[in-house]
T-cell receptor
């Protein structure tokens, strides 16, 4: 069963913030975040391994709540280049990466 | 480093023919590769795990006789779509575990193959 993401889609004006949530029904070993542009392969953003771990990458950061089997991606001061579809990916202890349902993000002027 | 090259990027084939997609790790050895399929505006769905020197492990619902996977060397995995039908049209992406990392730690992706069956 793939992780469920929310919201499914979001439209932002440049400079606004957004939060994308990822929830799994299974125990998580690691959570990955990717961004995909139309017609391209996913681009790696970050990995979180430990419960409660937070990581940051420029204006994009994420948290991982192992007990709740959830992760959130935080986008601050969004830029036009942030547009795309965001996927969380989860591993349950093995090496298979299962992608979430996806969140379409569009940043407008 | 850790680049995966996938070819072809686009292919159009006639119904009933077979198509082979290659995924190569250019600067590392990939004992395990993964094949995904993605329909328009949908998520990536794992099709199978390709293990060097052994049979691939297919996800539930994926026809192993239709999607043949071969991982004959540490740098090459191939996916062959046999007797293709229009419903096989999709975006296929391969990935490999990053070397030197723990299980489930890091992955690198090929650029994808857009298959259109007419």
């Amino acid at each position: 069963q793939q992780p469920v993401q929310s919201p499914q889609a979001v439209i932002l004006r440049e400079g606004e913030d957004a939060v994308i949530n990822c929830s799994s029904s299974k125990a998580l070993y690691s959570v990955h975040w990717y961004r995909q542009k139309h017609g391209e392969a996913p681009v790696f953003l970050m990995i979180l391994l430990k419960g409660g771990e937070q990581k940051g990458h420029e204006k994009i950061s994420a948290s991982f709540n192992e007990k709740k089997q959830q992760s959130s991606l935080y986008l601050t001061a969004s830029q036009l280049s942030y547009s795309g579809t965001y996927f969380c990916g989860a591993t349950g202890g093995g090496n298979k990466l299962t992608f979430g349902t996806g969140t379409q993000l569009k940043v407008e002027l | 480093g850790a680049v995966v090259s996938q070819h072809p990027s686009r292919v159009i084939c006639k119904s009933g023919t077979s198509v082979k997609i290659e995924c190569r790790s250019l600067d590392f050895q990939a004992t395990t590769m993964f094949w995904y399929r993605q329909f328009p505006k949908k998520s990536l769905m794992l099709m199978a795990t390709s293990n060097e020197g052994s049979k691939a492990t297919y996800e539930q619902g994926v026809e192993k006789d239709k999607f043949l996977i071969n991982h004959a060397s540490l740098t090459l995995s191939t996916l062959t779509v046999t007797s293709a039908h229009p419903e096989d049209s999709s975006f296929y992406i391969c990935s490999a575990s990053l070397p030197g990392t723990g299980i489930g730690y890091g992955y690198t992706f090929g650029s994808g193959t857009r298959l259109t069956v007419v």
